[in-house]
Nanobody, 125 residues
Framework: QVQLVESGGGSVQAGGSLRLSCAAS????????MGWFRQAPGKQREGVAA????????DYADSVKGRFTISQDNAKNTLYLQMNSLKPEDAAMYYC??????????????????WGKGTLVNISS
C-alpha cells in the first residue's frame, strides 16, 4: 500500500507563506512525475504544480506562477510546495499526487496513480 502523507497546512494571513511537505512510502525517483493539487469547497480538484523526475522540469497553473515552487528530495522521498504571497483564493485542501512510472502529466487528474489524504490551507484576508 503506497502512502503519501502531507503536512504543513494551516492558517495564514494573505500575503504570508506556507511550505507543504509530502512524505512518500515509495521511491519518488521511480516515478515519472509528482504533483500538487488543490480543491476548494464546491470546486473541482485542480492541478497546481508538477515536477518531472528525469528532467527536473516544473509546471505550474497560471494562478500560482511566480508564487509557488515545487521541489522534491529523492533521498528523502519527499515532495515540497513552497507557497508565497498567498491569496484568499489559494485556500483549499492540498493533495500530494504521484504519477505513473512512465509518462503522464502530473497536473492532469486522470494521470495520477496515488493520492495523499490532503492538508488544509486557510487564508485570512
Amino acid at each position: 500500500q503506497v502512502q503519501l502523507v502531507e503536512s504543513g497546512g494551516g492558517s495564514v494571513q494573505a500575503g504570508g507563506s506556507l511550505r507543504l511537505s509530502c512524505a512518500a512510502s515509495l521511491y519518488t525517483s521511480s516515478r515519472h512525475c509528482m504533483g500538487w493539487f488543490r480543491q476548494a469547497p464546491g470546486k473541482q480538484r485542480e492541478g497546481v504544480a508538477a515536477i518531472y523526475t528525469n528532467s527536473g522540469r516544473t509546471d505550474y497553473a497560471d494562478s500560482v506562477k511566480g508564487r509557488f515552487t515545487i521541489s522534491q528530495d529523492n533521498a528523502k522521498n519527499t515532495l515540497y510546495l513552497q507557497m508565497n504571497s498567498l491569496k484568499p483564493e489559494d485556500a483549499a485542501m492540498y493533495y500530494c499526487a504521484m504519477g505513473p512510472r512512465y509518462g503522464g502529466i502530473c497536473t492532469n487528474y486522470y494521470d495520477i496513480v496515488y493520492w495523499g489524504k490532503g492538508t488544509l490551507v486557510n487564508i485570512s484576508s
